[in-house]
């Protein structure tokens, strides 16, 4: 089937009961029993949900994978993804994550007795020199938040596969209508669901995806045991928004492309990032291992004050944090998402002060650039 057939349908099907089109809330804890050890295969809410088990396979099939892990948040699927791992042994990641998986990983996981290496992705080299003899995970975010640096999936994973590594990609960023590093190579794809996925604001969710049996049934193991699960109804409203991803996405794409046009040619900022625009360095890549260039353009004013003045007085555009929503939002990385990474990294990797990160929405394109010329004047 085609994306929007699957993002549509997949994972759903009329209720039996009733014949009702929409999968239904199955808001409940628990589950009869017609006596000890007999039951319908559901006994306990923790474990098993229908709204959640379709809203699982529904992502499970537009990322191309066998199994979907759904959980209350990205970072709860994080911390799941971790479990994979135990005491002494190390894990390389890219070093421009979102400052959720640093500050996650750096300032508590690694309590636990787990090592990290950060860094630079974008050279397969430097993750090569990076890998031990304990190195049991290779985590790569690509596209990453909110530099918009790149990752090769596809080596990346080769290389994994010959050193007998995981690999995981978080594809936030892209979602699956752009970019499906499964396909790609990689073991194990998580995703924000409350970014794209939903689209919405109103719902906080991660997903976790695999075709690897041992690490799905370990996950699955990990869901139901520690029990970081979403409620049915936010699993209800991300099912009810994947249906418009494609579209969604492609208008994010359109308009994300104009206004990063519009600001390259613009006096006012010193530099643009986004990977469809021929000047990103890696574009070339981009357009291999993605199909559209996403929602997100980076924006350094070179100036502090000016972009806070900027973030200040836009209009269309929210200043708020998360990302992915159908509304425009101006982000802060310093001093908002990646405020608890030490300001010596961030300036390493030019996150800058004067760094400001847009959420291209859907709204009209002419609203949006009418807004940033408004706010810079």
């Not at 990641?93 to 992705?121: C, H, P, Q």
């Not at 699955?220 to 699993?235: E, H, L």
Request: glycine letters at 8%; aromatic letters at 8%.
């Amino acid at each position: 089937m085609g994306f929007s057939t699957d993002a549509i349908h997949a994972g759903q099907k009329p209720d039996l009961e009733t014949g009702a089109v929409m999968t239904p809330i199955y808001m409940t804890s628990t589950y009869v029993q017609e006596e000890i050890g007999v039951h319908k295969g559901y006994e306990y809410g923790r474990t098993h949900n229908l709204t959640r088990a379709a809203l699982e396979q529904n992502i499970a099939a537009l990322e191309k994978g066998k199994y979907g892990i759904a959980f209350a948040s990205g970072l709860a699927a994080i911390q799941a993804l971790m479990n994979l791992v135990k005491a002494g042994d190390h894990v390389v990641v890219s070093n421009n994550v979102y400052g959720g998986t640093y500050r996650l990983m750096e300032l508590i996981i690694k309590d636990y007795g787990i090592d990290f290496s950060w860094v630079d992705a974008m050279d397969l080299d430097n993750i090569k020199n990076a890998v031990k003899d304990n190195t049991k995970i290779v985590y790569i975010e690509t596209p990453t938040n909110p530099m918009l640096n790149l990752t090769d999936i596809n080596a990346v994973s080769s290389y994994c596969k010959e050193k007998g590594l995981i690999s995981i990609v978080d594809n936030t960023f892209m979602s699956p209508y752009f970019q499906r590093p499964l396909e790609l190579g990689a073991d194990v794809v998580i995703h924000s669901s409350t970014k794209y996925l939903n689209g919405h604001s109103d719902v906080i969710g991660g997903m976790v995806v695999t075709s690897d049996d041992k690490i799905y049934e370990r996950l699955k193991y990990i869901q139901n045991a520690a029990g970081a699960v979403p409620s049915p109804f936010d699993c209800w409203l991300t099912l009810r928004a994947t249906k418009t991803l494609a579209v969604r996405m492609k208008q994010h794409n359109e308009n994300a492309m104009e206004i990063a046009k519009y600001l390259e040619s613009a006096s006012f900022v010193e530099k643009v990032i986004y990977p469809g625009l021929e000047n990103h360095p890696q574009h070339e890549l981009a357009k291999t291992q993605m199909t559209g260039f996403g929602g997100m353009v980076s924006v350094d004013f070179g100036n502090e004050e000016k972009a806070r003045n900027f973030a200040k007085r836009v209009k269309v555009f929210t200043l708020a944090e998360s990302l992915g929503g159908v509304e425009s939002l101006v982000c802060h990385p310093a001093s908002m998402t990646h405020a608890s990474v030490p300001k010596a990294d961030r300036e390493a990797m030019g996150l800058t002060d004067s760094l400001i990160r847009l959420s291209v929405g859907i709204e009209d394109i002419e609203d949006l650039i009418e807004d940033i010329k408004q706010a810079i004047s």
